[in-house]
């Protein structure tokens, strides 16, 4: 029989028993009521075993029962034991976890859903200045107080990790980086590398500082080589030629340095000074007929417009990037190629687009194409006057404006170089004269026409 109904039978009993004993004596109500307070009894003095065991001997084995109330004490029992074990586990594996991350020389900090710290390792306390008497429970916002490390930490976009100084010595550079997990809690690492951030530095003076010093030995050069060549007809043929040769080769590596240093600059600067709302279709303009000037009538160029917003950027960043687009366009394009330039409504805010139908780029070209002298046919790019910088300026500049580069292209089919900008950074211009918003025929162009595109100084 089940314990169940084995208690059912015996409060059934006991109070039969009990009924019947008053009945002899002429008081079976009686004798019932006994019967069941005796049953009654005996299950408050099991209830008290059990609160004592459970609260005073927990880790003991249960008090001894029969029936219903053993069986519920054995099961108690078990299911006690099987907690602990389980509870045992896990806490050595946290302990495990816990002493891994004590071992590691970068800084583990875990957060609670509401940004409260709950757990990090000594490396944080060290390199973020925690400590474990006082901040235990804290926000993090409260310990790491930078406005850079606060909107990182409240955008909750942590794809690309976030560069500081440490906040306890301001020598060190860290690198967050944070990861959500759970039940939207937080895990903070931060990894110091002030030895990368040096090289990096280092890498970025010597850069700059060779570039500069180049610069006006260069000129030099080229100034006596204007000289020269104006009075070339008087040379020998032979020293006029070489001449030739040497002005545009001192061009390129002025053009080479000009690009170098624009580089250094845009990754020096901290950029947005400068913002102001760009008339897109004025500077578009421009850049048509500069475009215009080198393709010499080779390439016919069209510019449309149907974004009405203007763009927040710096006007030489964006002329720049924009420049060697459409340069790019002239120079790896064929004669009697299309190029078209569009300023366009676009999903996340709008676009820049340069697309143009010449020979195109093969695709496994396309990751590589934005790294330095990266070039998909090296003696094309020399002989049209190429520093390999081109496209690597563009995507610091597209980067300093928020922006992403998109490129399209396939051999044969042409090459769309489009510029994506965030709503964020349009704004609506002052009501000037219309916008064009149909393809402008080519203007006549003024420039005269160059290898390469202008480049802020
Ligand atoms: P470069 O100074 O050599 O032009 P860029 O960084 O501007 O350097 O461009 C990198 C390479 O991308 C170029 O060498 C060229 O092969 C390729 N490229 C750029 N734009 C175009 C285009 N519109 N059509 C075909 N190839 C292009």
Redesign the pocket.
Known sequence: MRPWSREVWRIGLLGAAGSLVGWLFSAPGLGLAVGLAACLAYHLRQLHALRNWLIRRPHDEPPAAAGLWGDLFDRLYRYQKGQRHTQGRLQATLKRIQESSEAMRDSVVMLDPHGDLEWWNSAAEAMLGLEPAHDRGQHITNLIRDPRFVAYFNARAYREPLTLTSPVDERRVLQFQITLYGDDERLVMARDITRLHRLEEMRRDFVANVSHELRTPLTVLAGYLETYADTAELLPPRLAKGLGRMQEQTARMQNLVNDLLLLSRLEIDQGGEDHLALAMPELLARIQRDGEALSAGRQRITLSISEPRGLLGSEQEIHSALS?LLF??V???GEGCRIELRWRPHPLGACLEVE?N????DPIHLPR?TERF????KG??NATG???????IVKHVLLRHDASLEIESHPGQG?LFRCVFPAARLVALPATPPAPTAALAPASGTLSPSATPTRPD
Do not use: F, H, P
């Open positions: 060697n790019n366009a120079r790896y394009t143009d010449g020979e195109g780029i194409l990266y070039r998909v046919d094309r790019s190429g520093t390999g910088l081109g496209l690597a090459a």
